[in-house]
């Protein structure tokens, strides 16, 4: 019975993949991989040789039948993408629906991703949390920033070397620049960096400063929401 098998891979550092994942891999006819040149040096790592097809945003759409068709011409097909799991802020979540749709069998195993060691390391409060991803670079920005604005709880996202500036101003803009910030990137890789403070002190650091990597930023609740068990 065919079966496709989410496989999530390191965000950083190898040795974060975990033993079942790469039997998983081993164990898959092919692989559909968001960059065929980025997962082919993590399979030649450890020494793993797979027919690899290409499955990421900007095919996804067009490529849906044919993934859909080779799954269910073999017994197992593993996704991956660039780094952490398929489907968070990556491809995935078409073919996952699909596959439900078409009754194949849809197995995806725990693994890295990228907003969870750093929502846990900012200090932030965890037990509540949003985790919006990016932000629309346009058309409703400002009306996402808006809503993030009125929650109660830590909000999660991800950004870019690009727009982390702009992201942090806006932040301040709607959310105020008190508000408790956590500035993480390169998570669990050799230059791995957390910058923590108030929105306004991070945008202060970050401004006219050249970075590199993606980011992930954690902002705490509004101040007067916070409990004295909150406090930062």
């Known amino acids: 019975?065919?079966?496709?098998?989410?496989?999530?891979?390191?965000?950083?550092?190898?040795?974060?993949?975990?033993?079942?994942?790469?039997?998983?891999?081993?164990q898959s006819d092919l692989i559909l991989a968001e960059d065929t040149r980025v997962t082919r040096i993590l399979l030649s790592h450890f020494d793993i040789h797979k027919k690899l097809i290409s499955f990421h945003t900007n095919n996804e759409h067009a490529q849906l039948q044919e993934a859909i068709r080779q799954i269910e011409a073999h017994e197992q097909v593993a996704l991956v993408s660039d780094a952490g799991t398929p489907g968070i802020s990556d491809p995935g979540f078409l073919l996952?629906?699909?596959?439900?749709?078409?009754?194949?069998?849809?197995?995806?195993?725990?693994?890295?991703?990228?907003?969870?060691p750093a929502l846990v390391a900012s200090g932030l409060p965890a037990d509540r949390f949003f985790f919006e991803g990016f932000l629309p670079h346009k058309k409703g920005r400002h009306s996402r920033l808006e809503y993030l604005a009125t929650l109660e709880h830590t909000v999660v996202l991800y950004e870019s070397p690009y727009r982390l500036v702009k992201t942090l101003q806006q932040i301040?803009?709607?959310m105020g620049g008190?508000?408790?910030i956590s500035v993480a990137k390169e998570i669990s890789k050799m230059y791995e960096m957390h910058?923590?403070?108030?929105?306004?002190?991070?945008?202060?650091?970050?401004?006219?400063?050249?970075?590199?990597?993606?980011?992930v930023l954690v902002v705490g609740k509004e101040i007067a929401a916070?409990?004295?068990?909150?406090?930062?």
Not at 195 to 215: P, Q, S
């Open 178 to 180: 008190q508000r408790r």
């Open 195 to 215: 910058f923590r403070g108030t929105v306004d002190e991070a945008l202060a650091h970050f401004t006219n400063l050249t970075v590199k990597g993606e980011f």
């Open 172 to 174: 301040a803009q709607f």
């Open 96 to 116: 996952v629906r699909a596959c439900i749709e078409q009754g194949i069998e849809v197995e995806c195993l725990p693994g890295p991703t990228a907003f969870v």
């Open 1 to 26: 019975m065919a079966k496709l098998c989410i496989v999530p891979t390191p965000i950083g550092n190898l040795e974060d993949i975990t033993l079942r994942a790469l039997r998983m891999l081993k």
């Open 226 to 232: 916070l409990s004295d068990a909150d406090n930062f």
